[in-house]
């Protein structure tokens, strides 16, 4: 079975400032999906960056990137210059293939600080 | 233009009453999801279907019946609603395939059963 973890239930970053929110999975796939989503407190879950298992280059989306780790499983998530619009529940989630099941994290709770 | 529509947004219900939520998307996708978010934000799947079969099935009471008139819906029926059932229910579609198969998620709706 696949589990994906969030280790930080909350974390909090100021104004401008960079932030890293840490994912690690478990799977003994090897072709496989990873997600990074927000969720803002209108609720709405919203796509921030996907990264291709088969892929060894970081996946980059304007101030969001990740730092992929294939062998150690780990999936984390960069926010440069971090704005207030930032603030909302992060999600890591893994996507088998085939089949396409999502898998979700806990969820990081992160507040930016003004 | 909304691509992952679902209606209502808010649902306030009393215990053993039955209750449809609808879900459509109008993004051509093969692929249609239910998950429930529960208050503490976990994120689990309960459903998917494929072209207006069902895929996925999770452990859900049978009270739960998904019911897909065509690729575009997605409802979701719940009978002799309980107090557990209350949590945010989000519908979601994707296109498998190796390069489109990001998840796109409604609103959500928010059920509370008192």
């Known amino acids: 079975a696949q589990t994906v973890t969030q280790s930080q239930p909350e974390m909090s970053v100021q104004e401008a400032e960079t932030v890293t929110l840490s994912c690690t999975y478990d799977?003994?796939?090897?072709?496989?999906?990873l997600f990074w989503y927000k969720q803002p407190p209108s609720r709405q879950m919203i796509l921030v960056i996907r990264q291709e298992a088969y892929k060894q280059q970081n996946a980059t989306e304007n101030r969001f990137s990740v730092n992929f780790q294939k062998a150690a499983k780990s999936f984390s998530l960069k926010i440069s210059d971090s704005q207030l619009g930032d603030t909302a529940m992060y999600f890591c989630?893994?996507?088998?293939?085939?089949?396409?099941?999502?898998?979700f994290g806990t969820g990081t709770s992160l507040t930016v600080i003004p | 233009d909304t691509a992952v529509s679902q209606t209502p947004k808010y649902l306030v219900t009393q215990m053993g009453n039955d209750k449809s939520i609808k879900c459509e998307q109008n993004l051509g996708h093969d692929t249609m999801y239910w998950y429930k978010q529960d208050s503490k934000k976990f994120l689990k799947i309960m459903f998917s279907y494929n072209n207006k079969e069902l895929i996925i099935n999770e452990t859900v009471p049978n009270r739960f019946s998904p019911k897909s008139p065509d690729k575009a819906h997605l409802n979701l029926h719940i009978n002799s609603l309980e107090l557990g059932d209350s949590a945010v229910y989000f519908c979601a579609s994707s296109q498998p395939g190796l390069y489109t198969d990001t998840q796109y998620f409604g609103p959500g709706t928010r059920l509370t059963v008192l």
């Open positions: 989630a893994f996507m088998r293939l085939p089949g396409n099941q999502f898998y």
């Open positions: 799977t003994s796939e090897n072709n496989y999906y």
